[in-house]
């Protein structure tokens, strides 16, 4: 059933970002109004997953519209967003009621007021009006009717899902493509989390060698994981045969780096494809996209909708979600786990944390769930 609470104005606590110095952290109360309208609900939120990518969020704010998600209302701090469950406190939107849980996009906050539409058993679509020109993945948010979100595999799902989406796309991708003819792939960042899983999914799916790039203090760690045949260092780079076509698969957004890459491979290198980047928080979008330099962005949502447009969203989520459960498996192996949960309670714990990652200072086998009370 649904129902309001106290129709005076609720306190929330939330945890800002400074824009250009995205270690900073500030936490404050604020207020929202209550009294809600046709369509609207208040989600408390419980616990929610903390990974580079949510500092990529955050880098690419500006260009890229993520502080535009959950506006602040100041011009010099945002919310980081982050994936989590929260769970309905109030509602007058039908078929959304209190105490029901759902996983999707929020703000480090304690309270976030939706607007929802087309909504179903499986969930709701956010269509308050600031985000309607925003990515259309980033607005579903899902009913966790049946699930238990304080089991371990709820917390791998939080932590790992939003990563698996782009992991998963961009396999899908280059399968459709043919691998651009490759016969060997070169996946910078090795041992961050997209792009190990991107490894998963692309393994069995072609002939090429999948050869993981990464520093020499994650080399052992990346030699543990299953996803690739060899692992180089990025000081052997060189060592590499540079007369196989190659593709580089670039999650690390290291402009000294990509243009080691094109001097090394140079016409063997049959495609340059960028899904992320994982150390470089000052990416510059213009520093790359020179067609003759092979260059090219992977968003994984509009190839997301691409495919659902050609097989069917059941078909293409069926298949996701059934790669996702097999990657969890994988990595929380309790006899060799390939990431091990950490657990931070509240905003003071969340702000060290988002500061270890801005710092690089997080391990590649550390998964960060934050709990607040």
């Not at 109004?33 to 704010?61: D, K, M, S």
């Not at 063997?268 to 962005?297: M, P, Q, W």
């Not at 990431?339 to 702000?351: T, V, W």
């Amino acid at each position: 059933m649904t129902a309001q609470i106290s129709s005076a104005p609720l306190t929330i606590r939330r945890l800002l970002s400074r824009k250009d110095q995205l270690h900073e952290s500030r936490i404050e109360d604020c207020q929202i109004e209550v009294r809600l309208r046709e369509g609207e609900a208040i989600i408390q939120l419980e616990r929610f997953g903390l990974t580079t990518n949510n500092i990529t969020y955050a880098a690419f704010g500006d260009a890229m519209g993520y502080w535009n998600f959950f506006p602040t209302g100041q011009d010099d701090w945002g919310h980081m967003p982050v994936w989590g469950i929260g769970r309905v406190v109030a509602s007058v939107a039908p078929g959304i009621e209190v105490g029901e849980q759902y996983f999707g996009y929020y703000p480090m906050a304690t309270h976030l007021k939706v607007l929802a539409d087309k909504v179903s058993a499986g969930g709701f679509v956010e269509v308050s009006s600031h985000r309607q020109s925003l990515p259309a993945a980033y607005n579903y948010y899902t009913n966790y009717a049946g699930k238990d979100a304080t089991t371990a595999e709820s917390d791998y799902r939080t932590l790992l899902r939003p990563l698996f989406l782009t992991s998963y796309m961009l396999a899908d991708y280059l399968i459709v493509n043919d691998f651009f003819g490759a016969r060997q792939i070169v996946i910078s960042s090795a041992s961050s989390k997209t792009a190990f899983g991107s490894a998963f999914c692309i393994e069995g799916t072609s002939d090429a060698r999948i050869i993981g790039l990464t520093s020499a203090r994650n080399r052992g760690f990346v030699h543990r994981l299953e996803c690739y045949q060899s692992v180089v260092t990025y000081d052997e780079l060189a060592s590499i045969d540079a007369d196989i076509p190659t593709l580089y698969i670039d999650f690390s957004g290291d402009n000294p780096l990509r243009e080691r890459i094109h001097q090394h491979f140079g016409d063997n290198l049959v495609h340059d494809c960028y899904a992320g980047s994982a150390s470089n928080l000052e990416f510059n979008f213009d520093s790359i996209g020179d067609a003759e330099r092979k260059t090219h962005f992977f968003f994984a949502a509009p190839h997301y909708r691409k495919r659902v447009q050609e097989l069917g969203g059941p078909a293409v989520l069926g298949a996701m979600d059934a790669k996702q459960a097999e990657f969890i498996q994988a990595l929380s192996n309790p006899q060799a786990p390939w990431i091990k949960l950490c657990f931070s309670e509240g905003f003071e714990q969340a702000a060290q944390v988002v500061a270890q990652l801005c710092h690089n200072q997080v391990a590649p086998d550390e998964g960060h769930i934050v709990v607040l009370p």
